[in-house]
């Protein structure tokens, strides 16, 4: 009986020796989640930032279950809640109560579902990294993966990868964030706080290869030339110092002065060689010159008076709605009717030249008061004063000088992202984003102390609860977000088809990605595009009115006239046309806009009124081919044979050359994207039936005789 009972103690301290080593697969975890979320790209996916929210989603869900499993096995699940999370969690109820004016509640949920994973993945991160070794890891990832992502940046820009077009310079960077904008804010954002590591890291090589990737991180940051970049790094530079003068880190200045030195050598070396400004950046070539102030830079070739529009439209947004906004996420949703309402006002008067659709309001600040209202106000200014708040508790606790400098360079690089939030909008980035909440999760972990932070311990029936709401919730988001990744990627795959002329198969590829999509929005502009290659003119204008709330673009508003007039219903035509000549378009959507009015008011049996408007419309625009023949068919209707021939025969010279044109770059061209292709083709399809059809015009006119 004793061997027996020795035998199972045995056993039972077996197993007991061996434990899972839960809490170091997490930081594992986050170290590899943090490298690779950055560079995460699929060549399928419409937009990188997609993917990276698909990624984001699917990396946190991971890691979060395994927290949740975790704390089962450990039969209790202790969780620190940093006072951070308390203004986080008011954002969320607020971004909740904007599903009152929203024109879109899915866009609203899907938007509120990376502030909640990041909001998660802050949790973790300030619930387990517990050593300063950790912090160095973390860091090290998030660093390695931003000189990757510089790499390939500078690549592009040199020719040696393809970049956006296929050529080389500035406009061709895209790297692994799909725009240059994007990879100089992640860049900067992250600069500061990996300087911890020339101070924390023991390895000399480790440390020589820190300062070099910082270096050639900032380098290509500088490099973008993007001026809201340089302003936010001069605030948090400044912010560094004035925080630095305050707390005197002293000790760990002094112990590292010489890496530091080697740091700034580096760093000074490689502003005089990549700056715009810099003195050496026309020997080696990689910066374009640019004169003028910052400021001046920033508002040069309209790029501030563009934003400004943005922040306006976004005002006239707040204005309707002033207590919950539009709805978070229905920015873009709303943009063109505000647009035109704007530009009806005596300041939009001033802004008179051609701005596209904003998806973002170019100020996160602003987003956040158009979508959310006098709520988000409120939700927002509690964020900004709690920040510095926590940062300074949180320094004052911690006597340990080399600790200080740590979050003084932690809180600096958030400066650096509040900064560029007034010019841009990284809050709706996820690299960006990672970068912010990595930043304030280490700032939070309690490897710099217990300051400003509460503890929750949880157990027995409420551990399992929460275990199994967190499992269930973790796997039903990211079914519903590989769902939506499928979705996309028949997305590209039917606009793909589409441009290879294959409307039948992009029809059905299009409609199977409609049925996985948790919030379809520009797929049913694609489907009507399909639907009416097929001629399905009814099932085409119901998809696009279905873009109303989904995917309210000028290409919308302009499909949907032109197929509302060809099946003779002129309201819808009129009202759309209406808004779109009102918002001030690109001049070519402008003309097909005054075409259309043209064509409803013929289709109204105004004939007079018709000519009229299609006359004017060629002293505007002389090479609209589709002018000319509907004159020359309202003459001939009118039996004015002579001006009918003229208006034909001009239509006819317009489209012949035209046609030349197109066949010669066609011709001529040695490769080609499918894109380019199916847009190239399908012009000389147009212009190919638009002759056939003046052709057959002329034919109809008696012929003409010499005077």
């Not at 374009?288 to 934003?307: C, D």
Request: hydrophobic share 50%.
């Amino acid at each position: 009986m004793s061997k027996k009972r020795r035998s199972s103690q045995h056993k039972r301290s077996k197993v007991e020796h061996f434990k899972v080593p839960y809490d170091r697969i997490i930081i594992y975890l986050i170290a590899a989640f943090v490298f690779s979320l950055p560079l995460f790209i699929w060549p399928t996916v419409t937009e990188y930032g997609y993917a990276k929210t698909i990624f984001a989603i699917v990396g946190i869900s991971i890691i979060l279950i395994l927290w949740a499993v975790s704390s089962l096995v450990k039969r209790e699940w202790k969780i620190r809640f940093p006072f951070l999370l308390y203004p986080v969690l008011g954002l969320i109820v607020v971004s909740l109560l904007s599903l009152v004016n929203a024109t879109n509640g899915r866009v609203v949920i899907q938007s509120l579902a990376l502030v909640v994973f990041f909001f998660l993945f802050y949790l973790i991160v300030a619930n387990f990294v517990k050593r300063k070794e950790d912090v160095n890891l973390i860091l090290y990832a998030l660093l390695v993966s931003a000189f990757l992502a510089s790499l390939y940046g500078l690549l592009q820009y040199l020719g040696v990868m393809r970049g956006a077009q296929g050529g080389h310079g500035l406009n061709e960077v895209i790297s692994t964030m799909g725009n240059r904008n994007y990879l100089g804010g992640f860049l900067a954002y992250m600069l500061l706080p990996a300087v911890i590591l020339v101070v924390r890291l023991r390895s000399r090589i480790l440390r020589s290869v820190a300062i070099g990737l910082i270096s050639f991180s900032f380098g290509t940051a500088l490099l973008l030339q993007q001026t809201g970049i340089i302003v936010g790094l001069i605030a948090g530079a400044s912010a560094l110092v004035v925080a630095w003068a305050i707390f005197r880190p002293v000790e760990p200045i002094k112990r590292n002065r010489i890496w530091l030195i080697a740091l700034l050598a580096v760093l000074a070396f490689t502003f005089l060689v990549e700056a715009p400004a810099g003195p050496l950046n026309s020997v080696v070539g990689l910066s374009a010159s640019s004169s003028g102030s910052w400021i001046s830079r920033l508002w040069a070739h309209n790029a501030g008076k563009t934003r400004s529009w943005d922040w306006w439209v976004g005002l006239e947004m707040f204005k309707d709605h002033p207590l919950f906004g539009v709805g978070l996420g229905n920015y873009k949703l709303n943009f063109v009717p505000y647009k035109a309402d704007f530009l009806a006002t005596p300041r939009g008067a001033a802004y008179n030249f051609y701005i596209p659709r904003a998806a973002q309001a170019h100020n996160d600040y602003v987003q956040t008061i158009a979508e959310m209202g006098v709520l988000g106000i409120i939700a927002l200014l509690s964020i900004l004063v709690i920040l510095p708040l926590f940062f300074w508790i949180r320094l004052r606790g911690n006597t340990d000088e080399s600790d200080r400098l740590d979050l003084i360079l932690l809180g600096s690089g958030v400066v650096v992202f509040l900064v560029h939030a007034l010019f841009s909008f990284p809050a709706h980035l996820p690299a960006s984003s990672l970068v912010l909440v990595l930043s304030l999760g280490l700032a939070s972990a309690p490897a710099y102390g217990e300051r400003m932070v509460r503890k929750v311990t949880l157990s027995k029936w409420v551990l399992k609860g929460t275990v199994v709401a967190v499992v269930l919730f973790g796997l039903g988001v990211s079914v519903i977000a590989m769902r939506d990744y499928k979705a996309n990627i028949l997305l590209g795959e039917g606009i793909r088809q589409l441009q290879m002329g294959q409307a039948n198969i992009a029809q059905a590829t299009l409609k199977r990605s409609i049925a996985l999509d948790f919030c379809p929005r520009q797929t049913y502009y694609y489907l009507a595009t399909a639907q009416i290659n097929l001629k399905e003119y009814d099932q085409a204008l119901e998809s696009l009115e279905k873009c109303n709330n989904r995917f309210a673009d000028e290409s919308v508003y302009l499909m949907r006239a032109n197929v509302a007039v060809n099946l003779g219903k002129t309201d819808i035509a009129q009202r759309d046309i209406d808004l779109l000549l009102s918002s001030h378009p690109q001049s070519t959507v402008e003309a097909q806009g005054q075409y259309l009015n043209a064509m409803i008011s013929f289709r109204k049996k105004d004939y007079t009124k018709a000519t009229a408007q299609l006359e004017e419309l060629i002293k505007k625009h002389p090479t609209f081919e589709r002018a000319y023949m509907s004159l020359g068919d309202l003459y001939r209707g009118r039996g004015m044979d002579v001006t009918a021939r003229k208006y034909l025969e001009k239509a006819l010279s317009i489209i012949n050359k035209s046609l030349s044109r197109a066949n010669k770059k066609l011709s001529a061209a040695t490769s080609m994207t499918v894109s380019e292709y199916g847009k190239l083709h399908g012009q000389i399809n147009t212009l190919t039936q638009e002759k056939q059809a003046v052709e057959k015009g002329l034919s109809a006119l008696p012929a003409s005789t010499s005077p």
